[in-house]
């Protein structure tokens, strides 16, 4: 009988995927230098949305409302355009990191340009699937918490089923929503985690930036392990339970 990795085995296990290719978070330096200078020029309204800004939340839905039509009006279109491609190419790094880590998980090494070229086909399907997402959890945010994690939840592993399985967005997001429903307190304990850390170092100017998007690697990194483990194929840690005598 297959036993599950149990969560500080998955946090463990994605550590050493990362050490021993450390080349998996060399993407994320592309986003992080647009977000960087963006900042420097001064366009941090729209962006804090997109890298972890959640102080909202503790307001009503109504005051979220009128702060988010304010935000909305301060902000130019390149300010916009701004955003949207930083979460194209955060969707791009997330797409090459599970692929490279799907790999490593199985005892290969596949290098960024190897991992783009096995992606290059699925990424425009990837990328609308990703902003969709992130729409969800954008639009959860009034009714704050839980608007903010159902879809969190339940479509964490959309990305891995559309690159490894190799399915449909329709399907992507249906085959997500199954898996993460037979695991959604391990996935939601991760998450809880994952924004607290987020939360804490966005409150550190430009530094938080850069550890924001490095977390967001990480969290692709252990997401996989747990799709590998809980959704498809040969779990990650395979470790059988011994026969009773």
């Known amino acids: 009988m297959v036993i599950e990795l149990k969560i500080s085995e998955i946090l463990s296990k994605s550590v050493d995927i990362i050490t021993g290719q450390p080349e998996i978070l060399l993407p994320y330096l592309v986003p992080i230098v647009v977000s960087l200078a963006a900042s420097w020029g001064g366009i941090t309204n729209m962006l804090g949305w997109g890298v972890g800004r959640f102080y909202p939340l503790g307001r009503t839905p109504l005051r979220y409302f009128w702060y988010l039509v304010t935000s909305l009006r301060n902000v130019g279109v390149g300010n916009l355009a701004a955003w949207i491609a930083v979460l194209i190419l955060l969707a791009i790094c997330v797409a090459l990191t599970i692929v490279m880590s799907d790999a490593r998980l199985s005892g290969r090494a596949v290098r960024v ?50 690159l490894l399985e190799k399915k449909d967005i329709f399907d992507s997001f249906s085959r997500s929503y199954d898996i993460a429903r037979a695991n959604w307190v391990e996935i939601l ?38 799709y590998r483990d809980r959704g498809r194929g040969e779990p990650a840690g395979k470790r059988t339970r011994p026969e009773s005598q």
Not at 130 to 136: A, M, N, P, Q, R
Not at 196 to 215: K, N
């Open 113 to 162: 340009g190897e991992a783009f070229d096995a992606t290059i086909k699925a990424l425009p399907m990837f990328i609308v699937a990703f902003l969709v997402s992130w729409l969800l959890k954008f639009c959860g945010l009034f009714v704050f918490w839980v608007g903010l994690f159902i879809p969190a939840v339940l479509l964490i592993f959309v990305g891995q089923v559309m």
């Open 189 to 226: 304990l991760l998450l809880f985690v994952f924004l607290i850390i987020l939360v804490l170092v966005r409150t550190v100017p430009l530094v938080g930036i850069v550890v924001a998007f490095f977390l967001m690697g990480y969290s692709t990194v252990v997401f996989t392990v747990m």
